[in-house]
T-cell receptor, first 115, second 116 residues
Framework: GAVVSQHPSRVICKSGTSVKIECRSL??????MFWYRQFPKKSLMLMAT?????????EQGVEKDKFLINHASLTLSTLTVTSAHPEDSSFYIC???????????FGPGTRLLVL | AQSVTQLGSHVSVSEGALVLLRCNYS??????LFWYVQYPNQGLQLLLK??????LVKGINGFEAEFKKSETSFHLTKPSAHMSDAAEYFC??????????????FGKGTHLIIQP
């Protein structure tokens, strides 16, 4: 149980385009989902917390207009990287938490490469 | 504010030897603590967690960790390393605030190398 999927697993796009990444909790309802970014050989950095039906809470230094997060249902959150630039290239990982629980279940990640 | 320090970006042990990965944390509130493992180009898999209760927690694949409040540590151990244990290991801390999950603060990770 507690499976989280991400789509796509890998995406290459041109600079200036927008890319949408989906995060789904497959067998549970996630009241809270999180988006992390991982640079090569580095740790994960929390970007934002999203709660179903409300605006996401962004961490300091994360541009909310660049990284648009939508949590439209209890099983789906999306991250849209707008006007992507090469410095946005990274590994983006989402996680989801069960209601009332502290454990987060992580998706397999999406590798974004902006040319 | 919370932070996690993992001592040693790389740890190398022989197959069959003891694995010890160190994690120290700082937190202004009682913490929840996690160890995750990441294989190349994959997401994170939960190894074990400490929330409340017993301070020695057992996880998957023979790993265990002990929460020591006085030392602000949560070191990960495994009695006998296996080649399949080679991976990146992350210690993470979350806050005991509210009823749901909180965004986690991760350490920089420790790359575990298993020598045959």
């Amino acid at each position: 149980g507690a499976v989280v999927s991400q789509h796509p697993s890998r995406v290459i796009c041109k600079s200036g385009t927008s890319v949408k990444i989906e995060c789904r909790s497959l067998d549970f309802q996630a009241t809270t989902m999180f988006w992390y970014r991982q640079f090569p050989k580095k740790s994960l950095m929390l970007m934002a917390t999203s709660n179903e039906g409300s605006k996401a809470t962004y961490e300091q230094g994360v541009e909310k207009d660049k990284f648009l997060i939508n949590h439209a249902s209890l099983t789906l959150s999306t991250l849209t990287v707008t006007s992507a630039h090469p410095e946005d290239s990274s590994f983006y990982i989402c996680s989801a938490g069960l209601a009332g629980g502290k454990t987060q279940y992580f998706g397999p990640g999406t590798r974004l490469l902006v040319l | 504010a919370q932070s996690v320090t993992q001592l040693g970006s790389h740890v190398s042990v022989s197959e069959g030897a003891l694995v010890l990965l160190r994690c120290n944390y700082s937190s202004s509130v009682p913490p929840y603590l996690f160890w995750y493992v990441q294989y190349p180009n994959q997401g994170l898999q939960l190894l074990l967690k400490y929330t409340t209760g017993a301070t020695l927690v057992k996880g998957i694949n023979g790993f265990e960790a002990e929460f020591k409040k006085s030392e602000t540590s949560f070191h990960l151990t495994k009695p006998s390393a296996h080649m399949s244990d080679a991976a990146e290991y992350f210690c993470a801390v979350g806050a005991k605030s509210g009823g749901g999950a909180d965004g986690l603060t991760f350490g920089k990770g420790t790359h575990l190398i298993i020598q045959p």
